[in-house]
């Protein structure tokens, strides 16, 4: 029962962390990271991402404008865009190493110890992945909330909003922290493997039909 427990917990770690490494890139390429509403044009919503701003009209037509140079972005922004693509980076090396050290994979099955460490690295990687994917969103959220609440700007002047793109990078990164955590919880475990057991045995069953024919002999 317990060897079942352990497996549904690996099993739901890495799915719960593919869901937060979706996310995340999804939330890495989404237009949607600013909002923007016009009381002059209130049919028109501008939207700006790490990559293009658009604008998006009543009547469902969306265009889009690639920034010019990655220098020109606000700091914000720039750093956003590297601190997003690590954690891309760290969450597809999580489910790699993550994958190779699942009990239910019969690779390795004879090395217990190397398939835990394989567990708790790519837990690890899970963290930083997670870690890397909520540090831009709230570093934009915040300056975007400084902005807003900017004394030094005329309130006639429309003012940027959170974007879809910051809560989806919100759940990524918590999706990656609690998957990283069921996998290192797994590890913790010191459920010995049921092809180990079989192997004990079956060398225990061997050593007493060896003693058993000396005895008689």
Not at 78 to 98: A, C, E, K, T, V
Not at 165 to 179: K, M, P
Request: charged share 15%; proline share 3%.
């Amino acid at each position: 029962m317990a060897l079942v427990y352990r497996l549904m917990m690996q099993l739901s770690g890495m799915l719960v962390s593919l869901v937060g490494w979706v996310l995340s890139c999804l939330t890495t390429y989404l237009p949607q990271w600013k909002n923007l509403n016009l009381e002059l044009n209130e049919l028109e919503i501008w939207t700006m991402g790490l990559w293009q701003a658009c604008v998006v009209q009543e009547e469902g037509g969306m265009q889009c404008k690639d920034f010019d140079s990655f220098l020109a972005l606000p700091p914000e922004l720039r750093i956003s865009r590297i601190l997003m693509f690590f954690s891309n980076g760290l969450g597809l090396l999580g489910l790699l190493f993550s994958g190779f050290g699942l009990d239910c994979l019969k690779i390795g099955e004879r090395q217990q110890d190397q398939k835990k460490r394989l567990l708790l690295f790519g837990g690890m990687l899970f963290w930083i992945s997670g870690i890397t994917a909520i540090v831009p969103v709230s570093w934009v959220a915040h300056s975007t909330v400084q902005e807003f609440w900017d004394e030094n700007i005329p309130d006639i002047v429309p003012r940027w909003d959170f974007g879809e793109a910051l809560f989806v990078g919100w759940l990524a990164g918590f999706c990656l922290i609690l998957g990283g955590s069921l996998l290192n919880c797994t590890v913790c475990s010191t459920e010995v493997h049921p092809s180990s057991v079989h192997y004990t045995v079956a060398e225990q069953q061997d050593q007493c039909q060896h003693l058993e024919t000396e005895t008689r002999s």
